[in-house]
């Protein structure tokens, strides 16, 4: 088991109170963050597999909180696996925010991520999207 600082993810072998690394007092911090925070936080979290599970549980977690941190995971993982999960979770979530941006993710270098986005909006192609029917526009704002 290893653990992880959550503000600089210095990696220690024991559960320490305070971040050796950066002095961050781990307890305090984890205390003042909601569910949600944690997860997104963890999307950061260089042990590969975490980042993907938090991606995972945020979309079935719908919270339209975790929308911006996984479009801007998307535009910065090299990590096609973590980048196809946070595609995932963002159709799961389903804001108006989640699905423009999956439009664009059309144009994304990786075909798995290509493939996702495609799978996710429910499109053939990749084509330009008819912006005329946004999906969730009924759900008001
Ligand atoms: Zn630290």
Partial sequence: MRFY???CWA????????????GLDVREFWASKDYVE???LALNHPEKSTPIRAAWILGKLRDPKAV???I????KTKDV??????VRALAEIGTHDAIAFLETV?????RMVREAARKALDQDSCEPVNRQQPPNEELGR
């Fill in 5 to 7: 600082c959550p503000a």
């Fill in 11 to 22: 990696d220690f072998g024991e559960d320490f109170d305070w971040c050796p690394h950066c």
């Fill in 38 to 40: 944690k997860l997104v």
């Fill in 68 to 70: 911006k941190a996984l």
């Fill in 72 to 75: 801007g995971l998307i535009g």
């Fill in 81 to 86: 696996y973590l980048a196809v999960a946070a």
């Fill in 106 to 110: 059309c144009d994304h270098p990786a």
